[in-house]
């Protein structure tokens, strides 16, 4: 199909979609029915039926068949928007594969699976600031141009995910899913941002990318290192307390960003660029905290 969805990876994702839950809706109310007065809302689908969904949207009649408790899902006038967050800062050009290689399949896998579910999908690029935000493409007519524009991608400049999370609040007429795919590599206030996207009605996820030795290093030695994003270069030696220290700044930010998940109801998947990306996918529809 495209370098970034191969056949195998696509029939893993058909799998999947249907368990694929967006809790804010643009408007109207997506899976449930409409609660706008004079709203529309027609059957488009079932999924298995998971703790804590209202009783009210079983299909009685499906389980009297199967024997398996089912969740009718509807469509309104108005979709989900699942708009993916991709961090194409200089940083992220780094490991093997690269990390922005593994960003861009991340977000076509959501975006499949949103476009494949009657969703709508829309990319963001994000550096210091909104480097790019594409039209949103709905249902599966728009997979072709949601996957160029994720081909089309390139990284280059420095961070601030604060900074365009808070641009896409702007630009939102409603909310929806908001999916920020980066390293979290940044100084700034990114989790404040996030804060107020989902005290604005967003549901989130945060999709951490980061590179095996970046978790756990192996440099050894003297070594001068060079800010990919900034051009600050520091002279260090990396013996055993310098990488103990490093492995706890990097431990301490993966437990801000779970700890901020677990708070405010968010998804937190954390994988490194040589996983594989299938079960990336199963804890991302599973709505987990890793």
Same mark, same amino acid.
């Given at each position: 199909?495209?370098?970034?969805l191969?056949?195998?990876f696509?029939?893993e994702?058909?799998?999947?979609r249907r368990?694929?839950? $967006? ?9 449930? !029915?409409?609660?706008?007065? #004079? +709203? ?5 689908d ?20 199967? #024997?398996?408790? =089912? ?5 309104t006038? &108005?979709?989900?928007? =699942? ?9 992220? @050009?780094? +490991?093997?594969?690269?990390? *922005? ?8 896998? *959501? ?9 709508r999908?829309?990319? =963001?690029?994000? +550096? &210091? +600031? ?29 961070? @601030? ?5 808070? /641009?896409?609040?702007a630009? /939102? ?7 920020? *795919? ?17 005290s ?5 996820? !945060? =999709? ?9 290093p /192996? ?9 990919? &994003?900034?051009?600050?270069?520091l002279?260090?030696?990396m @013996?055993? /307390? ?9 431990? %301490? !930010? ?10 405010? #109801? ?10 594989? !990306? ?6 991302? $529809?599973?709505? %987990?905290?890793?």
């Amino acid at each position: 199909m495209n370098e970034l969805l191969d056949p195998g990876f696509v029939a893993e994702l058909e799998a999947l979609r249907r368990r694929m839950d $967006v809790r804010a809706r643009s408007g109207g109310a997506g899976d449930l !029915l409409a609660k706008r007065r #004079g +709203g529309s809302a027609e059957f488009q689908d079932h999924r298995p039926y998971a703790p804590g969904d209202d009783l009210r949207r079983v299909d009685w009649a499906a389980y009297a068949r199967t #024997g398996e408790p =089912v969740i009718k899902l509807f469509r309104t006038e &108005e979709d989900a928007v =699942v708009r993916l967050v991709v961090d194409t800062s200089t940083s992220l @050009d780094y +490991g093997h594969p690269s990390k *922005i290689d593994v960003a861009r399949r991340i977000a076509a896998a *959501i975006g499949y699976m949103a476009l494949a579910g009657s969703q709508r999908a829309q990319v =963001v690029s994000a +550096g &210091e +600031g909104i480097k790019q935000m594409s039209r949103s493409a709905r249902s599966r007519g728009g997979l072709a141009s949601l996957l160029r524009t994720l081909a089309s991608l390139t990284t280059g400049g420095g961070t @601030d995910l604060a900074r365009a999370v808070d /641009s896409v609040l702007a630009r /939102s007429q409603r909310p929806g899913m908001l999916v920020v *795919i980066s390293d979290y590599l940044d100084a700034g206030p990114v989790t404040a941002a996030l804060s107020r996207a989902q005290s604005s009605g967003h549901d989130l996820a !945060l =999709v951490q990318v980061l590179a095996p030795d970046e978790l756990e290093p /192996s440099f050894e030695g003297d070594w001068t290192l060079e800010d990919a &994003e900034t051009g600050a270069v520091l002279d260090v030696t990396m @013996d055993s /307390s310098a990488l103990e220290a490093y492995v706890l700044r990097v431990t %301490g !930010l993966c437990e801000e960003l779970r700890a901020f998940s677990r708070k405010h #109801g968010a998804t937190y998947v954390r994988t490194k660029t040589d996983e594989n !990306l299938e079960a990336v996918m199963r804890r991302f $529809v599973a709505r %987990g905290i890793d």
